[in-house]
């Protein structure tokens, strides 16, 4: 374990579900990331967030609305995915300013969309 | 915007032999840090180690070394004698500074599999 915990490691659903993806730190970091990654494409940024404030969206469609209620708990919620949208999901944390650090990443959720 | 390149989808290796992973990338920026992530079949992302752009020594942690050559922008990973459970996918990565109001973004590169024969 590496400090970060992502709920849960697997998640199957249909296109038409609601479900939401967690992740928790006790890290004491302040920025909190999702990430995207997909089979033969690099990671892709979807959303990052500075002291509970969401501070990018890469352009991420609005099936995906991410809630950072506070500087520890990160969520992803999932509404009339795509089946394109089967991935790994990685969280990660870091101390803001300390960019010699590097992030500190979860295990990721598997999500497959049927 | 910076970008990280990793031209070797795949390499493969012997067991006790060694293995160098290549990396380049782009960047106006004249401070920043260079980080090589391993992400075993366990998914987790497991920082193996890292250079600081303003340090012309190149880091080493036990079997890991890398060759960093800034003018080149290039930041190459060395793994010697290796092992078994070195097999894994490696992923270079870039971060600006952050400071201020800056949260110093993380850019990876595509990943390079790497596969250990025993």
């Known amino acids: 374990e590496t400090g970060v915990t992502q709920t849960p490691r697997h998640l199957v659903m249909g296109m038409t579900n609601k479900k939401s993806l967690k992740c928790e730190q006790h890290?004491?970091?302040?920025?909190m990331y999702w990430y995207k990654q997909s089979a033969k494409k690099p990671l892709e940024l979807m959303f990052v967030y500075n002291f509970k404030e969401q501070t990018e969206n890469n352009s991420v469609p609005s099936r995906f609305s991410p809630e950072c209620p506070n500087s520890s708990h990160l969520f992803l919620h999932l509404h009339t995915l795509q089946p394109e949208d089967s991935a790994l999901y990685l969280c990660a944390s870091s101390r803001k300013g300390t960019g010699g650090t590097g992030y500190t990443f979860g295990s990721g959720t598997r999500l497959t969309v049927v | 915007a910076q970008t990280v390149t990793q031209s070797q989808p795949e390499m493969s290796v012997q067991e006790a032999e060694t293995v160098t992973l290549s990396c380049t990338y782009d960047?106006?920026?004249?401070?920043?840090?260079l980080f090589w992530y391993k992400q075993p079949p366990s998914r987790q992302m497991i920082l193996v180690i890292r250079q600081e752009a303003y340090k012309q020594q190149n880091a080493t942690e036990n079997r890991f070394s890398v060759n960093f050559q800034k003018a080149a922008k290039s930041f190459s990973l060395k793994i010697s004698d290796s092992q078994l459970g070195d097999a894994a996918m490696y992923f270079c990565a870039y971060r600006s500074p952050g400071g201020g109001t800056s949260y110093g973004k993380l850019t990876f590169g595509q990943g390079t599999i790497l596969t250990v024969h025993p």
């Open positions: 890290l004491g970091h302040n920025a």
């Open positions: 960047t106006s920026e004249s401070d920043y840090y």
